[in-house]
């Protein structure tokens, strides 16, 4: 099939997946527009063109650093995400020194990267919060790195980054913290060695991930040729820095708009739904995202049966057929891991949008414990 003859996109449902990667902000795509023209030159070149791109990477870097309020010279630009976080693990080991602790809810792809040495898992609470009394505990002479998230990605829990940065500076061991859900959404911490973030987190292209490398702090690239200026995807990295700017601009506005949406999910869905629990801190959190789960219903079918009713969103059981394995994070906090529904907003959700799914929902629920057997429990 060409792509010419591919049908068109059927009507699009209510995204309430945010967390997953959001389209494009506005900003961000009329960037990348305008540098696929001007930023197509390979920025090492001394010619004009070169020259030019050079200046649209150095502005974009420039951009990203004021953003995140760290110094140019301390951004590196991998490719995604997942390679910024694989990077800050990996370029933090050394022989001698290879041992990680990280908390036990820690998104996959940083789980992937300390998974290939020495390593300790800080437990949570069922709020989904680490003790840094027992991160303390678990520091060796051995240790190279911490790794602690700013705010869990499943269910928003904002983490006591702070806290645990002086712990781990008094032992002289850097802290890396994991900050693609939180970049836009809240103020950052301070006090951490390295930083790893992911454009598509607030809007920009799945092609650009954030390292930040705090000036003084041991680290060696994991990449020949320092990591810095390998094969950047200019147009991307421009976008990126953009669609940056916009959403800490609207940081405040998008904070006070969503918040009470949130609340009003965390209230409204207890008290509609029966044997439902909704988990995560209900206060300090992140402002777009409540997770729940819902006992006696199958999460993939709870996902399938609100697609059909027009509703995106995603479950924190993570359950697939060829893993089985439910979320580490909902494990790890002790709570309910099937029939679970994460839900996070963005700048293009509604009150509206939100009455509609709180109107659905408990019929939702009820259809899936029906067809399960399991209603009359």
């Known amino acids: 099939m060409s792509f010419a003859s591919v049908p068109p996109a059927p009507d699009a449902p209510v995204l309430l997946d945010a967390a997953a990667g959001l389209p494009l902000h506005p900003a961000a795509r009329a960037a990348l527009l305008a540098a696929v023209d001007d930023g197509w030159a390979d920025p090492a070149k001394l010619y004009g063109a070169g020259r030019r791109a050079r ?16 110094r140019t010279d301390e951004v590196v630009l991998p490719p995604g995400g997942c390679a910024a976080s ?43 919060r680490v003790d840094p009394q027992q991160w303390a505990r678990l520091l060796r002479n051995d240790t190279a790195l911490g790794c602690l998230t700013v705010a869990s ?8 980054v702070e806290q645990v940065a002086a712990i781990c500076a008094a032992r002289g061991v850097p802290l890396h913290v994991d900050a693609s859900a939180a970049v836009g959404r809240v103020g950052l911490p301070t006090g951490w060695s390295l930083l790893s973030a992911d454009a598509r987190s607030w809007g920009g292209p799945s092609s650009v991930g954030v390292l930040v490398v705090r000036t003084g702090t041991r680290w060696r690239a994991p990449l020949p040729g ?32 969503l918040r009470p949406l949130v609340d009003r999910i965390r209230e409204r869905v207890p008290a509609t739904v029966p044997d439902v629990e ?30 059909r009713r027009g509703f995106a969103v995603s479950s924190g059981s993570s ?12 494990v790890a906090m002790g709570v309910l891991t099937h029939g679970n529904l994460r839900l996070s907003l963005h700048r293009g959700t509604t009150a509206e949008d939100i009455e509609r799914f709180l109107l659905v929902l408990p019929d939702v629920v009820a259809e899936v414990r029906r067809a399960s057997g399991a209603e009359d429990l």
Not at 97 to 108: C, F, L, Q, R
Not at 227 to 256: H, I, K, M, S
Not at 287 to 302: I, K, M, N, Q, R
Not at 320 to 330: D, F, I, K, M, Y
Request: proline share 4%.
């Open 55 to 70: 200046l649209l990477l150095d502005g974009a870097r420039e951009a990203i650093a004021d953003g995140l309020g760290v």
């Open 86 to 128: 694989r990077w800050a693990v990996q370029g933090s080991r050394r022989r001698g020194a290879d041992h990680v602790v990280h908390s036990a809810v820690e998104h996959s792809c940083v789980l992937s990267a300390v998974g290939q040495g020495a390593a300790d898992a800080v437990g949570v609470d069922r709020l989904g």
């Open 153 to 160: 990605h499943e269910v928003g829990t904002v983490q006591p």
């Open 226 to 257: 320092g990591g810095r200026e390998d094969l950047v995807d200019l147009p991307a990295v421009v976008a990126a820095a953009v669609g940056l700017q916009a959403v800490l601009a609207e940081r405040v506005a998008e904070d006070a708009r």
């Open 278 to 307: 909704v988990v995560g801190d209900p206060r300090e959190r992140l402002p777009h995202l409540v997770t729940f789960s819902c006992l006696y219903a199958d999460g993939e079918a709870l996902l399938s049966a609100l697609d």
């Open 319 to 330: 359950c697939t057929s060829s893993t089985l394995e439910p979320s580490h994070v909902l």
